[in-house]
DNA sequence: GATCGTTGCGGGCATATACCCCTTATTCAT
DNA sequence: ATGAATAAGGGGTATATGCCCGCAACGATC
């Protein structure tokens, strides 16, 4: 018969973890690709957009539309880089704060998590996100 | 420092490799989610948009929506049920015909993740998808 | 048979994601 | 120095996905 596809197994697992991971962040609303971009924002500041796609790993004009998105939360500052085509995010107060108050909630729910997944599955997915 | 997010890491893994079905299958012109939905909808049919979601694991509404983008390509028809309420897929001619020829080319794609992967990373996405 | 709770869909709204094309700015080779 | 190639963004388009709300149909109960 037909054999699962790898791929719908992936996704499927990405949708539900993600969906733990957004419920958990719920409370402070952001979710938790808003909490990774505002991660990565951090560690660079002020980054470029394309290199923050570079980091993430996402298309360029998808993190142009998804920094847009915490902008309109306050969370981040839009600027002109030096080199005039570039447009650097840093957080702003606003955004530290959140950053701060979702930490431990992320954690948490990393955590439980980590505990469902058992440690031979969690470390398939560092080697998954590796290989690619 | 920060722990890799599990869930960044698997979205990411998803994504990439959701690219190299999509790329597989592009010369067909249909995409992994919808090959996805053929195949549901071909082992079910006549099947309802809520059967279909129990099936695959997904919201109803998106059902919907996705289902009208197969609809869209003329690959599978519509109609209403008994129930007068629901409203049941079923490939058309032109749908079995695609999904024929999309089976080799996922089978090929299938087995080349398969290679990519090794037999061990396969068996634990297997198990990890039985946790949902 | 009228009523009420349940179920199935559709539409609205929002986000995440990717691709393509266009404009503008920078860089590089001649 | 100047013209070509390249890089950064922005906007358009499209799909996948989820939540909420409202409408319509169904079924059980009175």
Redesign the interface.
Same mark, same amino acid.
């Given at each position: 018969m037909?054999?699962?596809?790898?791929?719908?197994?992936? /996704?499927?697992?990405? @949708?539900?973890?993600?969906a733990?991971?957004d419920a958990a962040l719920a409370p402070i609303g952001i979710n938790?690709?808003q909490?990774?971009l505002l /991660?990565a924002v951090e @560690?660079g500041q002020p980054v470029s957009l394309t290199e923050l796609g570079r980091t993430?790993?996402l298309d360029r004009s998808t993190m142009g539309r998804n920094v847009r998105v915490v902008e309109k939360l306050g969370l981040v500052r839009l600027d002109r880089g030096e080199d005039q085509r570039e447009a650097v995010v840093s957080l702003n107060e606003h955004g530290v704060a959140v950053l701060r108050l979702a930490e431990p909630l992320?954690e948490r729910c990393?955590r439980q998590?980590?505990d469902?997944?058992g440690p031979?599955?969690?470390q398939?997915?560092?080697?998954?996100?590796q290989?690619?």
């Amino acid at each position: 018969m037909s054999t699962p596809c790898h791929c719908v197994q992936l /996704r499927k697992a990405a @949708r539900k973890i993600g969906a733990q991971y957004d419920a958990a962040l719920a409370p402070i609303g952001i979710n938790i690709a808003q909490f990774s971009l505002l /991660r990565a924002v951090e @560690r660079g500041q002020p980054v470029s957009l394309t290199e923050l796609g570079r980091t993430l790993d996402l298309d360029r004009s998808t993190m142009g539309r998804n920094v847009r998105v915490v902008e309109k939360l306050g969370l981040v500052r839009l600027d002109r880089g030096e080199d005039q085509r570039e447009a650097v995010v840093s957080l702003n107060e606003h955004g530290v704060a959140v950053l701060r108050l979702a930490e431990p909630l992320w954690e948490r729910c990393q955590r439980q998590v980590a505990d469902q997944l058992g440690p031979t599955r969690l470390q398939l997915l560092g080697e998954l996100s590796q290989l690619f």
